[in-house]
């Protein structure tokens, strides 16, 4: 999280950020915030340098719920050249192994790719980003130390084949849905593998992550052009309302004395809330008022049915 700078705006929302090539997450989450003179940032699961497409910017009281967008599930469209694995599984690493991959055909690739959808394990890159003893993985594969890692358990939910050009090195170019903690490098090299060859991630590009698509991102570079020599403010509209991060949690609608207790910390009943979640899940907390509904935060059911406060806005009508 960035740190609050000096006269800075307090500005609470989402920008679905359309990342540039050869772009730090944290160089466009900087750049960003800087465009909109927010006084407190932070974007929501990164996206490697070579990597484009959707990065969620949270600002203001939109931090608070980016840990779910960072648990929610993403669609990428990557594409991979047969043929040829690096030491990285993409085109940063050394080559390792290289072989004539033009007997490869579609219908083969077709044939392993049902392995790979579904609940299924998978074995991170040396070069994620997992820890060990308090450091990063690709620390240790940079000093050409080795960590054994156990199969993490995924979700693949939709694999499919957009393109195949075949060759001496063919490239494949697949759409994933996937769970939270996939590695499409460790997808590539793995499906390499099944087919004998080898491969490695040479594209990818993130289409969607949680509620957030690319079709409502926007570019950093349009971003400057649009404020130009304008105040920040003129960039607002394209700041998505907080609740939104946490729009996959089911609603609790709250009355307004229900919603003064939670505000102050204190559970309260909601028989409604039964009816939609069971002990432990979290909901959306929307108090009614007589005009308007304002969503306050999440809250978690406790046991004996009351509605306790989890994640609260410090914006809320109090």
């Not at 070069?127 to 960590?147: F, W």
Request: hydrophobic letters at 40%; charged letters at 30%; aromatic letters at 6%.
């Amino acid at each position: 999280m960035a740190r609050r700078r000096k006269n800075a705006r307090d500005v609470d929302g989402i920008l679905v950020l359309n990342k540039a090539l050869d772009l730090s997450s944290n160089h466009a989450l900087q750049r960003t915030r800087w465009q909109f003179n927010a006084a407190k940032a932070g974007h929501t699961g990164a996206l490697d340098p070579k990597a484009t497409g959707v990065l969620p910017i949270c600002f203001g009281e939109a931090t608070k719920f980016s840990q779910y967008l960072l648990d929610a599930d993403k669609r990428y469209r990557a594409v991979v050249k047969l043929g040829v694995r690096t030491e990285t599984q993409d085109t940063e690493g050394e080559v390792v192994a290289e072989v004539d991959a033009s007997n490869i055909k579609l219908k083969q690739i077709e044939a392993i790719l049902d392995q790979f959808r579904g609940d299924i394990k998978q074995v991170p890159s040396m070069y994620s980003a997992i820890k060990h003893k308090g450091q990063p993985l690709y620390k240790y594969a940079r000093k050409g130390i080795e960590i054994e890692r156990e199969p993490r358990p995924i979700t693949i939910y939709e694999l499919e084949i957009l393109d195949f050009k075949p060759g001496v090195h063919p490239e494949l170019t697949i759409e994933v849905c996937c769970s939270k903690g996939t590695y499409i490098r460790s997808l590539a090299d793995d499906i390499g593998l099944a087919l004998g060859v080898g491969g490695h991630l040479i594209g990818l590009h993130r289409i969607a992550a949680g509620p957030f698509h690319e079709d409502d991102s926007v570019s950093l570079e349009d971003i400057i052009a649009e404020r130009g020599e304008q105040g920040p403010e003129v960039l607002d509209h394209w700041l998505l309302p907080v609740e939104d991060a946490v729009d996959h949690f089911e609603e609790v609608m709250l009355d307004q004395r229900s919603g003064q207790f939670i505000m102050q910390g204190q559970p309260v009943l909601e028989p409604a809330a039964l009816k939609v979640a069971q002990a432990g899940d979290l909901v959306r907390l929307v108090v009614e008022y007589a005009d308007y509904d304002e969503f306050i935060g999440l809250g978690e059911i406790l046991s004996d049915g009351r509605v306790a406060p989890k994640r609260l806005l410090s914006t809320a009508t109090k």
